[in-house]
């Protein structure tokens, strides 16, 4: 693995990160904010597209996280048990985030979004 690779998966990982915390933060929020749960597709979308870039492979340029997982697999089989983590949180793409289309999502339905993508996070912590 060269430096350069392990600088830039870095930053995709860094900037998963800060998604990570600032969805805890609006998680402890009495109201709920549908964009923590598209924060949790995040999440898991820079995480994998880190990991290609760590093992020099050119992340695509969608969002569908099924397919993204996919080109992981390829390098480490083990992370096939992210996948239905990865095909939930796929759903929580949206295009637009303004009204009148902000999608609505139940306070389950976010917390269980953010838990997949602690799930995702923390099993790439293993592989980097």
């Not at 597709?41 to 569908?64: S, T």
């Not at 480490?76 to 295009?95: I, M, P, S």
Request: aromatic share 12%; net charge negative.
């Amino acid at each position: 693995m060269n430096q350069n690779n392990k600088s830039l998966a870095k930053e995709w990982f860094d900037s998963a990160d800060s998604d990570f915390q600032y969805a805890q933060l609006g998680l402890k929020e009495d109201r709920i904010f549908p964009q923590v749960a598209f924060l949790s597709q995040q999440i898991a979308e820079k995480i994998l597209k880190g990991y290609l870039v760590l093992n020099d492979r050119k992340p695509p340029r969608f969002h569908e996280l099924p397919k993204i997982l996919d080109d992981c697999v390829k390098i480490n089989q083990d992370l096939e048990k992210l996948r239905d983590a990865c095909e939930l949180l796929t759903g929580f793409y949206v295009e637009t985030r303004y009204p009148p289309d902000i999608p609505e999502y139940t306070k389950g339905e976010i917390s269980e979004s953010f838990e997949k993508a602690k799930f995702v996070k923390e099993t790439n912590n293993t592989y980097y």
